[in-house]
């Protein structure tokens, strides 16, 4: 399956962004989809995951309570609201698909090519 993310872009501190990730596989409702994200110097890390229904979401500590994860499966596309945004949030976000829910990366079979997020102070 191919992914392409966007919505990225340059934010204040405070303020909010919705992310996107279309995918081109008519059986996306089968996959589990992820949010993950990489700052620069850093490691990958785990943002979010959703169940293939929509009705099974997890996130990391750092973001829980500011973003939302969500999808439309009518739509192929999984989505990332972040709000409350932080200059520590600056990093390039990946969407991914997998068969299992889970934060950990290397579960995950398909990625995007990432969307860069800009959060000034």
């Known amino acids: 399956v191919q992914l392409q993310a966007f919505g990225g872009g340059l934010v204040q501190a405070g303020g909010s962004l919705r992310l996107s990730c279309a995918a081109s596989?008519?059986?996306?409702?089968?996959?589990?989809m992820g949010w993950f994200r990489q700052a620069p110097g850093e490691e990958r890390e785990f943002v979010a995951t959703?169940?293939?229904?929509?009705?099974?979401?997890a996130y990391a500590g750092s973001v829980k309570g500011r973003f939302t994860i969500s999808r439309d499966n009518a739509k192929n596309t999984v989505y990332l609201q972040m709000n409350s945004l932080k200059p520590e949030d600056t990093a390039v976000y990946y969407c991914?698909?997998?068969?299992?829910?889970?934060?950990?990366?290397?579960?995950?079979?398909?990625w995007g090519q990432g969307t860069e997020v800009t959060v000034s102070s």
């Open positions: 596989n008519p059986t996306f409702s089968s996959y589990v």
């Open positions: 959703i169940s293939r229904g929509g009705t099974t979401t």
């Open positions: 991914a698909a997998g068969f299992a829910p889970s934060f950990n990366l290397t579960l995950y079979d398909y």
